[in-house]
């Protein structure tokens, strides 16, 4: 008998090829992900070396950070630019590419899994920090800065020191109002923005089981933000039929291989993390943040805290800072606060999942007078799930704008910006200062919220309206 | 790149913790094609306030920036790395650092070092107390150093030498081409692949 493993530890060592030079092993890359935000300097590097890209066949292409969502023709300049660029170089290169305005077309976190092209026990890069969504499906994903992308482009490895793991194990029932944006809010606000720093995450419990894929994307997304490399569930009955019909999947005799080893991908039985963080979850309820890191979040029904409660000198100065710049007052109700912007969409929850739970929340009610809603589904196939369910039609009706899929307002790279200090409830993942625009203020929330906040004109979830 | 041992500077207090890279460098800077002209953006919202230390004319030139835990947590963008660069900043220091930072910074010849808690306190203070404070930071030695005192730190074996040398990473991978091809031999057959032709 082997020594028993974690599922990090089965999906390293099935990756691994030791280097000939001192220093860490090289990790090989199954599917790399390429955008038009970090990749260009990464392929003029290439060129400048004279070399070339090894896999193109494990490379996928798509635009989201920087392309409009209400038009199929880019007059931004530098979008212009940027994603001819990328053209280029896929055309070059031959790698397969989504572009604007093709119907495959979306947030590369959203477009990899729906292509059926992630799959258990894969290793998966990305130049962007929550490729560890991926982790969904128990593949060991995480982001890299751009010399990492020329890194993978020229060789398909990276070399990496064997990570830390840490078992997030999630004890008892979620309520049935409770989100897995709400699970991981209150477990950033336990562990902090830096709480699982350089670890592999492990989610486990029985909540998990339960949870779709959709979620679980969610609840892998959010890793980054605990400072973790990667976040991963292990695969079970839902990963495999959430994949059995998807156009990438392997079929026929390959099909039954592929289940046969994928089955294998767990923690055994006797294996040992580096840490383990334990949440119990039955007495959750839905989660907002207030102030400017994703672990500065408390409980919908509480009020925002005042910052001479907490212990730490860092953590009071940091929420100091946080409640100037989201202009609140202690002891103010979260439910007091608020919005005049709702953005509904991004990596984290622009899967039709939270489109429909949005939608249950806002079908045969109005926005309110005050509040602007954005909706931009994760993929332009997210988008034609939503209309063939009639979920456009329910945004439209109250109020929203029903728009084409990217990365949009998450970031503020590209025209959807807020002006201003507009304050937006939003289903993102960074409420970072000045993420959404110069002076902007950013609740995170999960999409039921959102919706209920919309029509509401400040925090609410769907119990609070009428 | 040239070789790297070791670099001296006045130091730039940074006393905040938690500073994301869209703090460093604003998504809308982002949007060049070069690794280079970065340098506006660098922390362009906090600059905004006279009294951020970038803008302190006595600590003008400062190369060495020190700041609170969890440094450069967030977006994997290299271009925060670049902006420090562009601006002449040579090494940060601070208690702990975004992982994906962290790599960049390195992979790029900006020296990341991790460093004590109470180290990085005292370094803080006495840089409020004299604009002029100089460090070092000993890549070879792998220490810090500043009048009255040093401390030791570790750092990835592989970039230390990549810097020490000059060498390029890729290279040095390269060198494992037959490895990486005989791995790749042995990969399942039915893992996803892509190209340009393909429908759904
Ligand atoms: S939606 Fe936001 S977090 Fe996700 S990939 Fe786009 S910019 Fe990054």
């Not at chain 1, 002891?331 to 949005?358: H, K, P, W, Y």
Request: proline fraction near 6%.
């Amino acid at each position: 008998m082997s020594e028993p493993r974690t599922l990090v530890e089965k999906i390293w060592d099935a990756h691994r090829i030791p280097s000939g030079s001192d220093g860490p092993d090289l990790l090989y890359v199954d599917v790399h992900l390429v955008h038009e935000a970090t990749s260009a300097q990464a392929f003029d590097g290439l060129r400048l070396a004279g070399r070339t890209v090894r896999r193109p066949d494990l490379t996928l292409a798509v635009e989201d950070h920087n392309v409009p969502t209400d038009s199929l023709s880019i007059t931004d300049p530098i979008s212009i630019e940027q994603v001819a660029r990328l053209r280029a170089n896929c055309a070059e290169h031959g790698i397969e590419l989504f572009p604007h305005g093709d119907a495959r077309q979306g947030i590369v976190h959203v477009v990899g899994p729906e292509l059926g092209a992630i799959q258990p026990g894969m290793t998966v890069v990305c130049g962007d920090s929550h490729t560890s969504t991926h982790g969904a499906f128990g593949a060991l994903a995480f982001g890299v800065g751009t010399s990492d992308v020329e890194h993978v482009l020229a060789t398909q490895t990276l070399p990496m020191p064997r990570p830390r793991t840490m078992a997030v194990e999630f004890t008892g029932t979620l309520p049935p109002d409770v989100t897995a944006k709400d699970l991981m809010l209150a477990l950033l606000a336990e562990i902090g923005a830096n709480g699982a720093h350089g670890y592999v995450l492990e989610y486990r419990g029985a909540a998990i089981r339960g949870l779709s894929m959709e979620s679980r994307m969610t609840l892998c997304n959010l890793s980054i933000e605990a400072g973790a490399r990667a976040g991963m569930v292990a695969p079970d009955e839902v990963t495999f039929e959430y994949l059995a019909t998807r156009p990438r999947r392997p079929v026929g005799k390959d099909w039954d291989e592929a289940l046969a080893h994928w089955s294998t991908l767990c923690t055994d039985p006797g294996a040992v993390f580096d840490r383990t963080v334990t949440l119990e979850v039955g007495a959750l309820s839905p989660v907002v943040t207030w102030g400017t890191n994703p672990g500065q979040a408390v409980p919908l029904s509480q009020a925002v805290p005042d910052p001479a409660q907490f212990t730490d000198a860092a953590e009071r100065a940091a929420a100091r800072r946080a409640l100037e710049y989201m202009a609140l007052e202690p002891g103010t109700r979260m439910r007091d606060i608020e919005v005049d912007t709702v953005f509904l969409g991004s990596c984290t929850n622009g899967r039709i999942e939270d489109l429909r739970a949005a939608a249950a929340v806002l079908r045969g009610r109005v926005l309110a007078p005050s509040v602007r809603m954005l909706v931009v589904p994760g993929s332009m196939r997210v988008r034609d799930q939503a209309e063939q369910e009639g979920l456009h039609d329910v945004f439209r009706a109250a109020g929203a704008e029903w728009r084409l899929s990217g990365c949009s307002m998450c970031l503020g790279m590209n025209a959807d910006r807020l002006s201003g200090p507009r304050r937006c409830a939003s289903t993102s993942n960074r409420n970072y200062e000045g993420r959404q625009g110069d002076t902007a203020r950013t609740h995170l929330v999960s999409p039921a919220v959102a919706a209920a906040t919309a029509v509401a004109g400040r925090l609410a979830a769907p119990a609070d309206l009428s | 790149m040239e070789p790297l041992t070791e670099h001296t500077g006045r130091v730039l207090p940074l006393r905040r913790s938690d500073v994301d890279t869209d703090q460093i460098i604003p998504s809308r800077f982002c949007r060049r094609l070069t690794k280079t002209g970065y340098a506006d953006g660098l922390f362009a919202r906090w600059r905004e306030a006279d009294d951020f230390v970038l803008n302190d004319p006595a600590r003008a030139g400062g190369s060495v920036l020190v700041a609170g835990p969890n440094f450069a947590t967030g977006s994997s963008r290299e271009h925060a790395v670049w902006a420090l660069r562009d601006w002449g900043i040579a090494a940060v220091l601070a208690p702990s650092f975004g992982d994906i930072f962290r790599r960049n910074a390195l992979k790029n010849g900006l020296l990341a070092v991790q460093l004590p808690d109470a180290v990085v306190s005292g370094l803080l203070d006495a840089a409020d107390r004299d604009p002029r404070f100089l460090v070092t930071v000993d890549l070879l030695a792998c220490e810090v150093r500043w009048d009255g005192g040093r401390q030791a730190f570790e750092v990835d074996v592989r970039a230390r030498r990549l810097l020490l040398d000059g060498q390029d990473d890729i290279a040095v991978t390269l060198a494992d081409g037959d490895r990486i091809a005989a791995y790749e031999r042995g990969r399942p057959h039915w893992l996803p692949v892509f190209g340009p032709a393909r429908a759904g």
